[in-house]
């Protein structure tokens, strides 16, 4: 409660703090008060000055996500690459959503990039859920060697990983 004060007495003293706004958002988003953090991280959004927008896109396509708007966490997501000029998170998030919402080519497209910053970048490595993400979108376009491969690293580097047993459940079910 103390917390939550300080924060709208801030914000009611300068409603143009964005900085304010996303810590708030943050806030917000941890208490599982999603609808509201929305609000900050599109408010903070609005500045085109602030000068880490692409982060405030970023929370706010997480938001939109857990408040069930993939169409919102896909227009988020965009501008978050837009902005960081594709980093690995901002793609990564972005080609998932556009695989929930069923636009495969343009995952794959976004996707690409993600991987090919992995192969500049060795400080960049394969998660469960990029592997995950790329089964999907191989899987979709025919592309069963790529589908394999990704299986396979997803079983040898994750073999306890949500990600792996959604992979499993898949394979199992013939889809």
Do not use: C, W
């Amino acid at each position: 409660e103390l917390a939550e004060r300080a924060f709208k007495d801030a914000l009611d003293g300068d409603p143009d703090y964005t900085r304010g706004r996303v810590y708030y958002g943050a806030f917000l988003y941890g208490q599982r008060r999603f609808e509201e953090a929305r609000d900050q991280f599109l408010a903070a959004s609005r500045d085109t000055g602030y000068p880490e927008r692409a982060s405030v896109f970023f929370n706010l396509g997480l938001t939109e996500e857990r408040v069930g708007d993939v169409d919102g966490a896909v227009t988020a997501y965009r501008r978050a690459v837009e902005l960081s000029r594709g980093d690995a998170r901002s793609l990564l998030a972005l080609s998932r959503t556009l695989v929930e919402s069923g636009e495969y080519q343009a995952a794959a497209r976004h996707y690409s990039r993600l991987t090919t910053l992995m192969q500049r970048n060795r400080n960049l490595r394969h998660s469960p859920e990029s592997l995950y993400t790329g089964i999907r979108i191989a899987r979709q376009l025919g592309d069963r060697d790529q589908a394999s491969s990704l299986g396979l690293q997803l079983k040898n580097n994750f073999p306890n990983s949500v990600e792996y047993q959604q992979y499993r459940v898949m394979t199992s079910n013939g889809q």
